[in-house]
Each structure stands twice: as structure tokens, then as C-alpha cells.
């Protein structure tokens, strides 16, 4: 059977939307870490793609600490794509925290502050403890109700069984209450922690199957436990330093995850928490996960920012930075000095560097394919072909645009699918880049505050004011 793990509380439905890179699933690598051309949502860098898998294997191996690694790249050219695939590549054990350059000066509490947060969000504590754990298959519920209101006034008796013994337990209302929540029903195996009376369903007994005519796809049948009723079991929760920070500094304890307001925290709560989980290391109860840190457009920190990752990157319990941007040579935000990338030398030394490359036009094919796929859009060969040769004269992201808002108007004309009409009407109504800068240039006189309107007309208006 399945080693019960009382800490998952993961059964929520997660909603994705649609969003710019919800296609990717992983960094598509086969087992010897070679990139495949087309999988997990990803296209092309093979290069890239195939370094990122090898600084990932380092960190599921634990080998790596406190090292920072910069992808470097022209703008659509797959860096967040690429730092998606490592988040979801690493599985939900390891932390992955993302945050943009910008949104640091935004906050209400300081630059360092925000930026300590986000290395915390970014290392996970695995902890371990021991457990007392009654485990069976539910032979039958007596709940009596008496005609007197009031749950107190509940009482019921619950037979579990093992392959082994029977045992009847007494049911008080906090359990009756539970049972009920759980919708517990004899047939199914269940789990009850002794310690906190938490109820976990671990699915119907083999012996029950032929119970149901029709059955959903959730029903999951196991065997019935062997042994004895009471087990003593493993349970291991994951959190991360920044949740056992915030649950110290704040006097309403864990509910001030969910009030948002986070605020800033003390250097000492900090400390006594990084003394009670070295602590907790060396007994062997508690284990440390460094996980990612990614900051995307990194050239928007300031100097302040650079100095404290700096000595935040040489800290023990450190987690690996992945910083993108995609500046050339360019200012170092509070300096006048030019540094490649807006990045201090100092640090761009500490950095493994990766750089994504243009998309040819075939892999401009394959990632619209992708895309239309998952925005469930129907499109014609030569509209395909017409859009992928937008993507490659003006850019990917331009071309990405284009499908829901053609397959928008490929709806209004009652078409089923998105032909080539709908692609040229759309690329008539939406300017890219190019085209916008053309027609500013040829009518720049018209808009306000412009400095070429300035220079031509600026005499006359002198002229015009003296008379």
C-alpha cells in the first residue's frame, strides 16, 4: 500500500488560464538529459535547454548551493519559458519563487527586505515526525441521533478491521462531525491521526468493488490493511522559511498567510528560527531543500540590490538564483558606470551564464502549432504558413497575438475555421513595432511634446507671440 503521507493537502482543482506560458510542462529532456526537439510545451534552444537540465540535475542531487545562474537573451527568445520548464521540471517538494526586477521598488517595505523574502519563499524545510495512526477499513457507522437538539447530544460507535482484528471505537461529536465531512461509509479504508483526529480517506476496499453499478473515476480502490489497528507512521510536511517566519512575527500565527499583509520581519525572529532548524538537522528531524529563486528582468535592481545578492548568494542556506534579461550593455541602475547585461562585474562573475537564440522559422511553426493547441484555435495550412512568416519578419510574441484574435474574427464571420482572410484582417487592425514606428515617424507632427514639431515650428511661434 501507499505510504500515507498526512501532510498533502493538495485535492484543491487548480485553475490555470491560459496565460503566456502555460503550454510549457517541463524543459522536454529525455533521461541522459538531451534535449528533444519538440517536447513538454518546448521548442529549439537545445543548447540552453540542455545546460538548464544539467544545473537542475545538480540541484535534485543537492549538489548545488548558493550559485547563480544569469540566461541571457534577445526579448521572445524563451528565457522565462526556459526558467517555467526548471519550476515545473523540479516537481512541488522544491520550492520556485519568481519575481520581477521591478516589482522589488513597488513594495511598501525595503529593497533588502523584499529581496530576503523571496530567498526565503525560495528554501524549503522537510520536516519529519512520528505519528500515531489508527488504520482500517470501516465495517460499519452507528451514528445515533436522539430527538434532543444539539451536537453534543450525538453519540455512535465505528468497527474497523485489519485482515487481522475488529476493534469498535466510541465516537464523540467532534468525530461524528468529522466522519460526516469526509462522507465516510462502511467499505471505504481510512486513516485517523491520533494526535490531531484529522481523518484521511485512502480509497474502497478490493471486497466492496462489486458494491457499485457505475462508478466515477475518483473511486480508488485498495487493499484492506494488514496487522495491527494502531501503526506508528512517518509524516513528513514540506514548508518553507519564509511561512515559518511569517507564522512567528505575527500574533495571529499561520492566518497571516492568508491576510497577505506580511510586513516586514525582525532579524531576530530570523535568527532564533535558523538556530531552531539547525537544530532540528542535526537531531535528523528536519531536512534543508534549496530551491529556485528567479528574477526576470534583473537589469531593473539597483546597485543596493546587486551588493546584498552578492552576500546573500555566500550564505549557507542560500537557494540557486536564476536572474534573465535581456540588455545589452547597458547602466547599472544608481551608477553612472556601463556593465554588460546592467549587471556588476563582481557578480556577472559569480554567474554561469546561458543564452537563448533567435527561433528559426521552423521552430516559429512548431511553437504556433503549440499555441494553438492549447487556445484551442482551428487553423488553415496557409494561414499557418502565413503566420509563421509574421513571426519571423516581425516577431514571435506579435504572431502569438494574432491566433485568438483571428480565431475571433473567424467567429464573427460564422467560419469554423481560421483562414487566411481572418490572419490579414487581424494584421490590418493590430500595428507590430515596425509598423507603429513607420507611422510615427511619418506623422510625428501631429502628436503632443514632440521634439521635431519643436524645432520647425518654434520660430514662428516666437514670431507669432511678439506681434
Known sequence: MAELKLSESRDLTRIERIGAHSHIRGLGLDSSLEPREVSEGM?????????????????KDGKIAGRAILLAGQPGTGKTAIAMGMAKSLGLETPFAMLSGS??????????????????????????????????????????????????????KLTLKTTDMETVYDLGAKMIEALGKEKVQSGDVIAIDKASGKITKLGRSFSRSRDYDAMGPQTKFVQCPDGELQK????????????????????????????????????????????????????????????????DEVHMLDIECFSFLNRAL?????????????????TIRGTNYKSPHGIPIDLLDRLLIITTQPYSADEIRKILDIRCQEEDVEMS???????????????????IHLITASALNCQKRKGKVVEVQDITRVYSLFLDVRRSTQYLMEYQKEYMFNEAAMDDGGEDDA???HD
Open 43 to 59: 521548442v529549439g534552444q537545445t543548447q540552453a535547454r540542455k545546460a538548464a537540465g544539467v544545473i537542475l540535475q545538480m540541484i
Open 103 to 156: 516589482e522589488i521598488f513597488s513594495l511598501e517595505m525595503s529593497k533588502t527586505e523584499a529581496l530576503m523574502q523571496a530567498f526565503r519563499k525560495s528554501i524549503g524545510v522537510r520536516i519529519k515526525e512520528e505519528t500515531e495512526v489508527i488504520e482500517g477499513e470501516v465495517v460499519e457507522i452507528q451514528i445515533d441521533r436522539p430527538a434532543v437538539s444539539g451536537a453534543a447530544s450525538k453519540t455512535g
Open 232 to 295: 506508528r507512521k512517518e509524516v513528513v510536511h514540506c514548508v518553507t522559511l519564509h511561512e515559518i517566519d511569517v507564522i512567528n512575527s505575527r500574533t495571529q500565527g499561520f492566518l497571516a498567510l492568508f491576510t497577505g499583509d506580511t510586513g516586514e520581519i525582525r532579524a531576530e525572529v530570523r535568527e532564533q528560527i535558523d538556530t531552531k532548524v539547525a537544530e532540528w538537522r542535526e537531531e535528523g528531524k528536519a531536512e534543508i531543500v534549496p530551491g529556485v529563486l528567479f528574477i
Open 314 to 330: 555566500e550564505n549557507e542556506m542560500a537557494p540557486i538564483l536564476v536572474v534573465a534579461t535581456n540588455r545589452g550593455i547597458t
Open 381 to 399: 495550412e496557409d494561414a499557418k504558413q502565413l503566420l509563421t512568416k509574421i513571426g519571423h519578419e516581425t516577431s514571435l510574441r506579435y504572431a
Open 463 to 465: 514670431a507669432a507671440m
